[in-house]
């Protein structure tokens, strides 16, 4: 039971360049959420889905871009990484939107 | 602005004793509140929901209360063991979506 993993789970990369953050759950959740948690903040929502090829945005939704073509999948896109997305990224994903389940995070650095 | 505050101070007890934890919450009117568990590089773990509805919710040695009148849930964990040591998160229902708190840190000492 893989339940739902991301990758990769460290990334370094540089200030202009593109990034993709994956995300794949495997209950068929319908929902599925992207979080950034920074220290002092909490967790801040990115996107969320609620089906395939539907998604909206959340608290903190500029830079990103998020698509949902298979509902396992919930990939998350940095178009031109800035310092200030430095982060760790949770992906989670949920049955019918309440309980929560959480993938183990990816530590991203933009330098 | 609507906004969630829990225990500002890291919480540092005794094994054996009880830890309360505070979320406090305004403009928010949220139809439940969740609380997580989340140890140092990990992600959240679900605990427990608590319905508008509901005054008190029960999990082993853990409780939580919610006071809408207040805009307070309490988060209790009763015989508290070294293996609680975590940071806890609040997340009460915001537009049908969850909000989290910052979360307060308990150190369990042996």
């Known amino acids: 039971d893989a339940g739902i993993t991301q990758s990769p789970r460290y990334k370094i990369t540089e200030t202009g360049r593109q990034v993709t953050l994956m995300c794949h759950q495997t209950w068929n959740h319908s929902y599925m959420f992207w979080y950034r948690q920074d220290l002092g903040h909490g967790l801040r929502l990115i996107y969320y889905?609620?089906?395939?090829?539907?998604?909206d945005k959340g608290e903190v939704p500029d830079g990103y871009v998020v698509s949902r073509s298979k509902t396992e999948n919930f990939p998350l896109t940095l178009e031109s990484a800035t310092r200030s997305q430095t982060s760790v990224y949770f992906c989670?994903?949920?049955?019918?939107?309440?309980?929560?389940?959480f993938g183990p995070g990816t530590r991203l650095t933009v330098l | 602005s609507q906004k969630i505050e829990q225990n500002s101070e890291a919480l540092n007890i005794q094994e054996g004793k009880t830890a309360t934890l505070t979320c406090n919450y305004t403009n928010y009117s949220p139809a439940y509140l969740q609380w997580y568990r989340q140890d140092p590089g990990r992600g959240p773990v679900f605990l427990l929901l608590?319905?508008?509805?509901?005054k008190e919710k029960r999990k082993e040695r853990l409780k939580v209360t919610f006071d809408t009148t207040l805009k307070q849930s309490l988060f209790h964990i009763t015989a508290s063991q070294p293996a609680d040591s975590a940071t806890y998160l609040c997340?009460?229902?915001?537009?049908?979506?969850?909000?989290f708190g910052a979360g307060t840190t308990v150190t369990v000492r042996a």
């Open positions: 997340a009460p229902l915001n537009d049908y979506k969850l909000s």
């Open positions: 608590i319905r508008e509805n509901e």
């Open positions: 889905s609620a089906a395939a090829d539907i998604t």
């Open positions: 989670a994903s949920s049955e019918v939107g309440d309980t929560q389940y």
